[in-house]
């Protein structure tokens, strides 16, 4: 059971990137999946989220209008479109599992690395 | 918004007791969960709902609450729980996960 991210990279300031998490042995429709970022220095930070079918998302204030969170049931898969990124969005970012306002299942993350 | 307090770094002897505290707005009376961050691998779910363990996380962890903090306990520190703990709560208001800024377990 695991949670597999990918798309991470070293970009320039203002770029864009996709993240993708795909669910190996890991329910994943049903359930409402985030985004969560490791900031150096800073700890965890939640990034964004989105409902079981995908008619609902919420973002923190510093990626909202920037960030599009998104999935595919089908392909049991969650994605990141990031825009506009910043030197501040430099982490590792996690794909997670939320059951019952908890995070019960984490991918090892993918780095992002944004230099200007 | 929830702003959760850990203290930055925790060390203890092998063999002894941990405790690390999570402070802040109501995180006392609210559901806390404590994750795990071992570099290299997933951050795991430790301790959720107060005090319940996930299959898997040892029986030597525990969680207590008084006021506004909840503290996570680790009894016969091994090696092996040095790690980055961290807090969460869902913050009402603002209807998103809050964190809590992580303790650096040592075992010296």
């Known amino acids: 059971e695991q949670l597999v991210e990918s798309g991470g990279g070293l970009v320039q300031r203002g770029e864009s990137l996709t993240l993708s998490c795909s669910a190996s042995g890991v329910t994943f429709s049903g359930h409402w999946m985030h985004w969560v970022r490791q900031v150096p220095g800073k700890g965890l930070e939640w990034v964004s989220r989105i409902n079981s079918i995908a008619t609902y998302t919420s973002y923190m204030d510093s990626v909202r209008g920037r960030f599009t969170i998104s999935r595919d049931n089908a392909k049991n898969t969650l994605y990141l479109q990031m825009n506009s990124l910043r030197d501040e969005d430099t982490a590792v970012y996690h794909c997670?599992?939320?059951?019952?306002?908890?995070?019960?299942?984490w991918g090892q993350g993918t780095q992002v690395t944004v230099s200007s | 918004s929830s702003v959760l307090i850990q203290p930055p770094s925790v060390s203890v002897a092998p063999g002894q007791t941990a405790t690390i505290a999570c402070g802040g707005n109501n995180s006392g009376s609210r559901s806390v969960h404590w994750y795990r961050l071992r570099p290299g691998q997933a951050p795991v779910l430790a301790v959720h709902d107060q005090s319940a363990r996930p299959s898997g996380s040892p029986e030597r962890l525990s969680v207590s609450h008084s006021g506004n903090t909840a503290t996570l306990t680790i009894s016969r520190v091994e090696a092996g729980d040095e790690a980055d703990y961290y807090c969460q709560v869902w913050d009402e208001s603002s209807d998103h996960p809050v964190f809590g800024g992580g303790t650096k377990l040592t075992v010296l």
């Open positions: 997670v599992r939320e059951r019952d306002l908890k995070f019960d299942s």
